[in-house]
């Protein structure tokens, strides 16, 4: 599933049945993609 809007791209990959992946793509040249597990009690900042 991916979504745009004004701050850039947005993609739920690796979805599973405890987890899912977001991953950000910032609008704007040379940005660095943002990547987020989310767990049923938790986030885990994948770039931090």
Do not use: A
Request: aromatic content about 10%.
């Amino acid at each position: 599933m991916d979504s745009v809007n004004g701050n850039g791209r947005f993609e739920l990959t690796n979805k599973t049945h405890t987890s899912f992946t977001i991953i950000g793509y910032p609008s704007g040249t040379g940005q660095t993609p943002i990547t987020v597990i989310v767990y049923r009690d938790s986030v885990k900042w994948v770039n931090e």
